[in-house]
């Protein structure tokens, strides 16, 4: 019991770490070369789905599903918040991730309530 518990620790630091090199390796070469990012995220689902644990919200927001990417704002995608209090991220690739924001999350006040919306 505490061996397993010690080996899904290990898993969750060796995914963040493999997160961390993807987003260095992404701001490095841009666009150039993202073959290596996108192994690292490759092999950060590896080991989420075999020691069974869960990738944090934190770091599952930021990859692409279909391209097994790093999504990073202003390089490879494009955020736009929408008027249904979801913040949508447009891969390169085409595909979408919409995360549903709360009032405990990054959503300002006015649009949270419904007000002040620009027509």
């Not at 490879?76 to 390169?92: M, P």
């Given at each position: 019991m505490r061996?397993?518990?010690?080996?899904k620790?290990?898993?969750?630091?060796?995914i963040?770490?493999?997160f961390?090199?993807?987003?260095?390796?992404?701001?490095?070469n841009?666009?150039?070369?993202?073959?290596?990012a996108?192994?690292?995220?490759?092999?950060a689902?590896k080991i989420?789905t075999?020691y069974k644990?869960?990738?944090?919200?934190?770091?599952?927001n930021?990859m692409?599903?279909?391209?097994?990417?790093?999504?990073?704002?202003?390089?490879?995608c494009?955020v736009?918040?929408?008027?249904n209090?979801f913040?949508?991220?447009?891969c390169?690739?085409?595909?979408q991730?919409k995360i549903?924001?709360?009032k405990?999350?990054v959503?300002?006040k006015n649009m949270?309530?419904?007000?002040n919306?620009q027509?």
């Amino acid at each position: 019991m505490r061996e397993e518990r010690l080996m899904k620790e290990i898993a969750l630091w060796r995914i963040s770490r493999l997160f961390d090199l993807a987003a260095h390796s992404t701001e490095e070469n841009g666009k150039e070369s993202p073959a290596i990012a996108r192994r690292y995220v490759i092999l950060a689902r590896k080991i989420s789905t075999h020691y069974k644990v869960k990738i944090p919200p934190g770091i599952k927001n930021r990859m692409c599903k279909e391209c097994n990417s790093i999504l990073l704002p202003g390089l490879n995608c494009r955020v736009r918040i929408a008027s249904n209090g979801f913040l949508v991220y447009i891969c390169d690739c085409g595909s979408q991730k919409k995360i549903h924001l709360t009032k405990k999350s990054v959503m300002p006040k006015n649009m949270a309530q419904g007000k002040n919306r620009q027509k």
